[in-house]
């Protein structure tokens, strides 16, 4: 029925916006969950939407996975990079500030990486969805 379709197409939008929400928050939170800061987390975000970018600019011939590890290196960089634009402590050595960034751009390209696999995921669901909603 039309009825049917609309709310399938509703539950699809929810579904896709969670699945969004997901794959953006997922950096995030791995940049903090190794130790990074707000500033970090902020900067897994921003990379992972440049790095998703830029890779599929710079490496045309393999579509999909450009993207995924775009946006994960992105995420990796983006991270490290605005945890080092804060002022190293005095009591932390070179090698400890070097270890914290490689640390903190970890887990946001572990983040962003799960981030991915959920998303997919959630695209799955939405298949099963669209096809029960076809075929009824």
Do not use: H
């Not at 790095?51 to 450009?66: E, K, M, S, T």
């Not at 995420?75 to 402590?89: D, R, T, V």
């Not at 050595?93 to 390209?109: I, K, P, S, T």
């Amino acid at each position: 029925t039309a009825l049917a379709g609309g709310e399938s197409a509703i539950a699809l939008l929810i579904l896709a916006g969670v699945a969004e929400g997901l794959e953006f928050v997922a950096g995030a939170a791995g940049s903090k969950a190794a130790g990074g800061s707000f500033r970090s987390a902020i900067g897994a975000v921003i990379g992972g939407v440049f790095g998703g970018l830029l890779a599929v600019v710079i490496i045309p011939f393999v579509p999909v996975l450009n993207a995924i590890l775009g946006a994960c290196v992105g995420s990796f960089a983006g991270a490290a990079l605005l945890e080092a634009s804060k002022a190293q402590s005095a009591v932390e050595d070179r090698l400890a500030f070097y270890r914290r960034l490689e640390r903190v751009g970890r887990g946001a390209f572990w983040g962003r990486l799960w981030g991915v696999l959920l998303k997919s995921a959630i695209g799955v669901v939405m298949l099963v969805v669209s096809r029960i909603t076809a075929w009824s």
